[in-house]
């Protein structure tokens, strides 16, 4: 597949998700940068950015709205906030400490879709799995283990792990979650790619999504961004740690 097909087949992707106003979920990163990009053509957009003050997400969010000339929602949590969206996030989904406090933020912009009047909102989730974005994929490969099944498993299973709770999540509060990288016509095609080749760039990892993504006009800063995940860019996983004795007796352990 070349450079143009794959942008090609995002550019579908994230349309046939589309309405004819949608919220993205956005932290200034790549993917969401990516969909923000192209949505933008078709759609009104809102971006939803939620974070501790002086997170990274924050701090990158406004840059990349900026340059693509949408308009951002912020919202900036306190300590007590992210440890209230953990205990809500845990009343919908229950699961592990590791996993819940990644519904936090999600709790937090699914609240914010809401209240803005936006029935639907993007989520990334999928790029990791099709574009071999963990350096846990890494130590597999090099292990010996077939790496192309693992990733073909977690892609098809995302609906009942993260793509499943962001749903509930979503459910909850009255919005709906659609995921433009949860493709099947995307997943066909990226998956007949070569692993070595879709994990050439080990450094920033997702080479082909960022090469696709600089096809697609996406700001340079956010092609060039490394992963952080939500828990973290948002910066509530430093702030439930702190909390863990609190939190750990909260509705995700019982």
Known sequence: MGMIELSGRIEEAVQECLEDKVGIA????????????VAAGSAEVELLCVGVAGSDDLA??????KELGL?????IMNREEVVGYYHKAGEIVHADFLKLEIMAPV??????????GLDVVLFGSGAEELFVGYERYYTYWNEGKNLDEI???EFETLKNRDIGMIKKVARKLGVEARFPFYNK??????FEIPVAVRMEDRELKKGLLREAAHFLGVPEIAVKRKKKALQ????VHKILLKEVADVLDGPAQR
Do not use: H, N, P, Q
């Not at 990158?60 to 709205?65: F, G, M, P």
């Not at 308009?71 to 919202?75: F, I, M, Q, R, S």
């Not at 973290?232 to 910066?235: A, E, H, L, P, Q």
């Open 151 to 153: 990733l073909r498993d």
């Open 26 to 37: 956005f932290s200034g990163g790549l993917d969401s940068a990516t969909i923000a990009k």
């Open 185 to 190: 016509k995307i997943a066909k095609e990226v």
């Open 232 to 235: 973290y860019g948002s910066g």
């Open 60 to 65: 990158y969010s406004r840059i990349v709205a």
């Open 71 to 75: 308009k951002l929602d912020e919202k």
């Open 107 to 116: 709790y937090a912009i699914c609240e914010m879709a809401k209240k803005k």
